[in-house]
């Protein structure tokens, strides 16, 4: 994060937020700060700095999206990012999160919901690829980098070898037309005083492509141990009721699930040893069972869980 961003990005907020009221003395909390994304709340309002190497066109059009589908995305509350310290800025309203403390109460019936709602939804305007498989390819990418000889490297390149071509981000998506998310998980959820229920947030990896993607880290989690077969239940059941296209509304899922699945595992993975190596510390007991998941998938044929 470029050293400045934060304070610019925090007194760019306070102004945005208090138009009329320069003397407003709300506290200003930091709810993100990395590399691609410093995200800072005042009062009501959210601003979001994205990467840095955000597309304004790409970005623009898929706050669009949000704006036009706001029973299902938290809509924007300006239709175009602005610019501040050369990144994209944009701006929304304050939401509570799912409670990262209350396992209890995750809300996967009211994901799933949303999840498949999104998946029925003819985009409402011109939206690029979603951005899942690209990051999952980028994950590895900074792996092969950072730490190429770490004994966890191996089962997890591996495992990401043996994919299909489209899951490595180096072929077409086999499907073009369905809105996703791109990247689920239930940080991306937030309750909103205006409406009535959860929303998904975060726009960044929007667009057309494989639905099966917005479904993959529950279900790796699962297939990894780290989901209960409940929830996982509850969810699946929830997406098919609700009439989400990513899978039958009956039988086997792992037929459309397993492969990316498999990638979102990988990547994960990647992310974890990757943060390790950087810190100088071994593996923590969840990222082992990622890269021990990655090792059993070479002895699982493709669509069935790698557990």
Do not use: N
């Amino acid at each position: 994060m470029t050293p400045d961003l934060l304070p610019a990005l925090t007194a760019h907020l306070k102004a945005t937020a208090h138009t009329s009221d320069r003397t407003c003395h709300c506290p200003t909390t930091t709810l993100a700060a990395r590399e691609d994304a410093t995200v800072v709340r005042h009062a009501g309002t959210v601003a979001k700095a994205h990467a840095p190497d955000a597309d304004p066109t790409e970005l623009t059009r898929r706050l669009t999206v949000a704006t036009r589908l706001p029973g299902t995305l938290l809509a924007p509350l300006t239709p175009a990012p602005t610019e501040l310290r050369g990144r994209l800025v944009t701006h929304w309203p304050y939401g509570t999160p799912v409670d990262p403390d209350d396992p209890d109460a995750a809300p996967w019936e009211a994901a799933a919901t949303l999840l498949a709602h999104l998946h029925r939804t003819p985009a409402p305007t011109a939206v690029p690829p979603m951005r899942g498989p690209a990051k999952a390819a980028r994950a590895i990418e900074l792996l092969r980098a950072a730490a190429p000889h770490h004994p966890a490297a191996t089962p997890v390149l591996d495992a990401w070898s043996a994919l299909p071509s489209w899951a490595r981000d180096e072929a077409p998506m086999p499907d073009a037309t369905t809105l996703c998310h791109g990247d689920f998980h239930l940080g991306q959820l937030i309750r909103h005083p205006e409406h009535d229920g959860w929303l998904l947030i975060d726009v960044d990896d929007l667009g057309t492509g494989v639905p099966e993607w917005d479904l993959a880290r529950p279900a790796a989690w699962y297939a990894c141990g780290l989901l209960a077969p409940d929830e996982w239940h509850r969810f699946l059941t929830a997406y098919r009721a609700a009439g989400g296209t990513a899978v039958t509304p009956d039988g086997d899922p792992w037929t459309a699930l397993d492969v990316p699945a498999r990638a979102l595992t990988a990547q994960t993975a990647a992310r974890s040893v990757t943060k390790a190596v950087a810190a100088g510390r071994p593996l923590d007991e969840v990222e082992r069972s990622l890269v021990d998941a990655c090792a059993r998938m070479g002895s699982v044929s493709l669509s069935s869980p790698a557990s």
